[in-house]
């Protein structure tokens, strides 16, 4: 897709962090945004920032992991702006702790969101790409899509599926003029932690070797995996060569991060 102006993109996960950014840097190229999040008053703020740069810009207060909600504020942004060209897949949750350690809802939440309603998002919107002959979707995942991190289960495995959903996708749709990026950065400085009761004492030692990105460095990655057709983003360098070694050489890699406590947590808590 190498422009993006006149596009009509929907962003979950819109009211902050990467999300908001995603959404600020298509509003810049052109694009209508159709913003999806529970907080309706951080979405309007988001709307408000979007139209200062002369963007379209349409609110959708939805929980994601409701299934028909999340269906019903599509079908409504379809009425509204149109047909759906871009898709970002952004909004997620998880908690970082043992699983033992974990309650129910702890434990059962990153099965909805992210990968819940990145299915049902995507299984929405691919029926009009294709009579369009044309679209985009951008799947956000984390280094933990990669790496079966310990102290982080259920948020790993749910990574680990989006990683799956996006390559699945390529596949089967690539040939079929609708791109997929897999977009997959670094630790992201979005107050992630605090929002989702993630606790930081648990995050492994290996994240620390990474620089922290902002979500305005993601955005950018994101606008450009769009315009270049991209399958995947791993970034910075350092993250992505990490990926591709370890997926090239697994046993090692893991030996390796043991032997120097990389997979320990930051600052592990007393059980």
């Not at 052109?30 to 951080?42: F, N, W, Y």
């Not at 079929?176 to 992201?188: D, E, K, N, S, W």
């Not at 947590?265 to 007393?270: A, G, K, L, R, Y």
Request: one cysteine or more; hydrophobic letters at 45%.
């Amino acid at each position: 897709m190498k422009s993006i102006k006149g596009k009509v993109a929907v962003i979950t996960g819109a009211s902050q962090g990467i999300g908001r950014a995603i959404a600020l840097e298509l509003a810049r190229e052109g694009a209508s945004v159709a913003l999806i999040a529970r907080s309706k008053e951080k979405l309007m703020a988001v709307a408000s920032a979007a139209e200062a740069l002369n963007a379209r810009a349409g609110v959708y207060p939805c929980d994601a992991t409701d299934s028909s909600a999340l269906r019903r504020a599509l079908d409504q942004v379809q009425a509204d702006m149109g047909p759906v060209d871009i898709l970002v897949n952004n909004a997620g949750v998880g908690t970082f702790k043992p699983l033992e350690m974990m309650n129910a809802t702890e434990s059962e939440a990153p099965v909805a969101l992210p990968f819940g309603a990145a299915v049902v998002a995507t299984h929405h919107v691919i029926g009009g790409m294709l009579e369009k002959g044309q679209g985009h979707i951008i799947n956000l995942t984390s280094p933990a899509g990669y790496f079966p991190f310990p102290y982080m289960v259920p948020y790993t495995a749910a990574r680990f599926a989006i990683t799956g959903l996006s390559q699945s996708l390529h596949e089967e749709y690539s040939r079929r003029g609708i791109g997929i990026t897999l977009l997959c950065p670094a630790q992201v400085d979005t107050g992630y932690f605090t929002q989702n009761d993630a606790d930081m004492g648990w995050y492994p030692r290996l994240a620390r070797i990474f620089p922290v990105l902002k979500p305005e460095e993601v955005a950018i990655q994101a606008v450009k995996c769009i315009k270049k057709n991209k399958r995947e983003k791993i970034f910075p360098f350092l993250l992505w060569f990490a990926v591709k070694f370890y997926l090239k050489f697994p046993r090692f890699t893991f030996g390796f991060l043991r032997l120097f406590a990389l997979l320990r947590p930051v600052n592990e808590p007393p059980r």
